[in-house]
């Protein structure tokens, strides 16, 4: 026991003390401040100079921003409602020119009165695009993605609806020959299946589709009105490149890095030498060839449509980038996935298509994607082969005009906002399809 | 589909590699179009308007080409070039004719193997500098920053004339004429040089025109002119005289409104044989008697297209300088038509 003073009182408290607000320094927005941004003099000073920093730009933009022009003829005019609104001295943005000229960043010089069809095509892309994209869409629609190519390619060039459905017959002819001569064996029944539809559409493919509009005559339901390629721009070209290219790109990229993973020297050969050379010289490269030395080698009068030979171009591109994705993709799954396919007795083929692909492919989601991101950025680069672009090419059109020189960030602005909202549209998918074929349960 | 028109375009070239090659007014002829290289957009030379019609001085001598060619103005494919690619798409058969305001020089004519037509514009080399800069000649220009689009003949002219006149500069290199224009605009440079026709049009198109002066030394000839490919000298002589034909022309008083009358009605030799109404100066390209006539008569002669284009009356308001007829103090002349 101890000889506590008798006169100590004890004191047992009964009751819990209400729960007191932490002191004001060490709560809400206070304390985050002063433990993200004032912890010390080093991230004071930081703190300080970046809000100069934030204040500098924001008096720069806010005043231009918040001094916008949207209805003016030309640029004169727009500067002299800004003085006349703001004072002398007074800078603002003159979105009149975007007003005025949206039409032609989006549709570049299409024909006016054919706007719809590229806005038609832009729409059923995503009617295409639906069930390939989206779990819950009915998987009949994928017929429509099928038929998709054919449908866009006519509804943006015109002329005669024959001459897709002749090429689309091609496809067919070389499918029909595949599952009739499936069962003698994979080798004849590939040869015959690419065999079979390139002599079609050699042979019979342009004469059948030229005596057919010769039969039925330029009629509405089978003839559209032709439109060169010369009058793409904008964001037609690029949405038609960029579209065309990773349709094209993702099935070419998969087989190069299968090609790249095989035991056949040949194929491997042939596939490392192609993705190293393409990796190994810039886009640019390869669209100067396509647009200017190609020429060298065709005769000349040969007419070979140039938007055709960028999509190509930039097929190849993208091709050999998709095939280093997956590549890694394919690294990455355990060898008992490939031994497991053997066990089962799986053939090559569907030991591919069962087991490895879809889970090479949902690890290099991401990097696909960022591919794609990329490629549709680069298709800007088509106007250095005088291709009008809608960031440059269509830009310096506009300001080639004299009511609009002399303006400069509205229409890259402009641009800029476009691609930002389809870039950041094809980020947010990517990350809905990790999540949506996650399998594992780590735990976040 | 695209692979069918790859295929087709084989199989094409695979037959058509079997005739020779055919001279390039044949070519346009089959063809029944003009490709003609411009530029992808500048001021007052080439630009397409709000629904894809070019229009500019340069598009104005191509669309006489093709109305003495193929007998219609409208028949021609423009095909945007840039400063890279011009030469090479005139080389390798892409473009018939290339008009896009190319400085004729000894090693392009000779070692690029173009041949340039004639001169359809005199330029040359100057300089823009802000009023409250107190410059009056640009050999006061010493130690300045000039904004110069890298790449070009002014790149290099700069640098000549620096260095002949003991002077030094900084140069900032800029890529595009937009964006040495907001370079200049910002401050970023003293003084920015490009050629004298477009820094009038820069200057027209600044907020403040009467801030900025054009100093009058002129540091470079820059004769522009339409280009063709080396060996194909009677596709040449057709680009050539419809050039001379526009500017006989002006020389002689034929345009586009009293052409007809003065067919008719006019006792030159020189005018009727222009007009074709006298001798066969067509034939003898290989066109018919009326080639002239329809090329003057798409946008007028030299003089009516200039005014149009490019001229006092327009936003840009060059005046003809060095480009009046000889007659007038300038250097157009063109040699007879007879």
């Not at chain 2, 067509?282 to 003089?303: F, H, S, T």
């Not at chain 2, 840009?316 to 060095?322: D, E, F, K, S, V």
């Amino acid at each position: 026991m101890s000889d506590t003073p008798a006169q100590t009182v004890p004191f047992v408290r009964d009751t819990m003390l209400p729960p007191a607000p932490p002191p004001a320094s060490q709560a809400g927005a206070l304390r985050w401040l002063r433990e993200n941004l004032l912890s010390g003099p080093l991230n004071i000073a930081l703190t300080l100079l970046g809000i100069g920093a934030v204040w500098y730009l924001l008096q720069g933009i806010v005043p231009w921003l918040a001094h916008s022009v949207w209805s003016a003829d030309n640029l004169t005019q727009c500067r002299q409602i800004i003085t006349d609104r703001w004072g002398e001295g007074a800078t603002g943005a003159c979105w009149a020119v975007i007003r005025e000229r949206w039409t032609q960043f989006l549709f570049g010089f299409y024909p006016q009165h054919l706007y719809w069809r590229p806005t038609l095509a832009f729409a059923l892309l995503f009617v295409a695009l639906a069930p390939v994209l989206f779990a819950r869409v009915p998987k009949k629609l994928l017929w429509f993605s099928v038929a998709y190519p054919f449908v866009a390619f006519w509804l943006l060039w015109g002329g005669s609806l024959f001459l897709p459905l002749t090429v689309a017959a091609g496809f067919g002819l070389g499918w029909a020959a595949f599952a009739l001569l499936h069962r003698f064996g994979t080798i004849p029944a590939v040869a015959a299946a690419v065999l079979l539809p390139v002599l079609w559409w050699l042979l019979f493919a342009g004469d059948l589709s030229r005596d057919l509009t010769g039969l039925v005559g330029r009629e509405v339901p089978f003839w559209l009105e032709q439109v060169r390629s010369d009058k793409f721009g904008g964001f037609v070209l690029a949405i038609t490149i960029g579209v065309a290219g990773i349709a094209l790109s993702l099935p070419l990229g998969i087989m190069l890095a299968l090609g790249r993973q095989s035991d056949m020297f040949l194929i491997k050969t042939l596939a490392v030498s192609f993705i190293e050379f393409i990796r190994g010289v810039p886009l640019i490269t390869l669209l100067f060839t396509a647009s200017l030395l190609l020429n060298y080698f065709l005769p000349p009068g040969t007419t070979f449509d140039i938007i055709l030979r960028v999509i190509i171009m930039v097929t190849l591109f993208a091709a050999a980038y998709i095939a280093e994705v997956i590549r890694g993709g394919l690294a990455a799954l355990p060898r008992g996935q490939y031994e497991a396919a053997d066990a089962l007795g799986l053939d090559y083929w569907k030991a591919q298509r069962l087991i490895i692909l879809p889970q090479a492919l949902k690890i290099s989601i991401p990097g696909i994607v960022s591919t794609f991101i990329g490629m549709f950025k680069d298709t800007t680069l088509v106007v250095f082969v005088g291709l009008l672009d809608p960031l440059k090419g269509i830009t310096d059109a506009v300001r080639a005009s004299t009511d609009w020189k002399g303006i400069y960030w509205e229409p890259y602005i402009f641009v800029g906002a476009i691609f930002f909202i389809f870039n950041f549209a094809m980020s947010r998918y990517s990350m809905h399809l990790e999540r949506r074929l996650k399998t594992d349960h780590r735990q976040e | 589909m695209k692979q069918s028109v790859f295929l087709g375009t084989l199989t094409a070239a695979g037959l058509a590699a079997g005739v020779a090659s055919a001279a390039t007014l044949d070519d346009v002829k089959a063809r029944g179009e003009l490709n003609c290289g411009v530029s992808t957009g500048l001021t007052g030379f080439s630009l397409p308007d709000a629904n894809g019609n070019w229009t500019g001085f340069d598009v104005s001598f191509c669309r006489a080409v093709a109305a003495a060619v193929l007998g219609d103005g409208s028949k021609v494919k423009f095909v945007p070039t840039t400063g890279q690619t011009r030469f090479t798409a005139l080389a390798s058969g892409e473009v018939d004719v290339l008009a896009r305001n190319s400085t004729w020089t000894f090693s392009r004519d000779t070692d690029l193997k173009l041949d340039f037509i004639g001169v359809n514009y005199y330029d040359g080399q100057g300089f823009m500098v802000r009023k409250d800069l107190g410059v009056t000649s640009a050999k006061e220009l010493d130690g300045a920053t000039v904004c110069i689009q890298t790449g070009t003949t002014t790149e290099l002219n700069l640098a000549d004339w620096f260095k002949i006149n003991n002077l030094s500069y900084t140069p900032v290199a800029i890529e595009t004429n937009a964006e040495g224009e907001q370079q200049y605009a910002a401050g970023a440079c003293d003084a920015y040089t490009t050629d004298a026709s477009g820094l009038a049009s820069t200057r027209a198109a600044f907020a403040d025109p009467e801030n900025h002066i054009i100093l009058p030394e002129i540091i470079s000839k820059e004769p522009l002119g339409p280009a063709t490919r080396h060996g194909d000298n009677e596709w040449t002589d057709i680009v050539r005289w419809t050039l001379n034909a526009l500017i006989a022309a002006e020389e002689y008083g034929v345009t586009s409104a009293n052409m007809d009358e003065l067919a008719a009605s006019s006792p030159n030799p020189e005018i009727r044989r222009l007009l074709g109404v006298e001798g066969d100066l067509g034939p003898m390209i290989r066109l018919d008697k009326g080639w002239a006539k329809r090329a003057i008569a798409v946008g007028g002669n030299y003089g009516e297209i200039f005014a149009a284009t490019i001229g006092e009356a327009t936003p840009i308001g060059l005046a003809r300088g060095l480009n009046a007829q000889w007659t007038q103090g300038g250097l157009l002349y063109a040699p007879p038509f007879r």
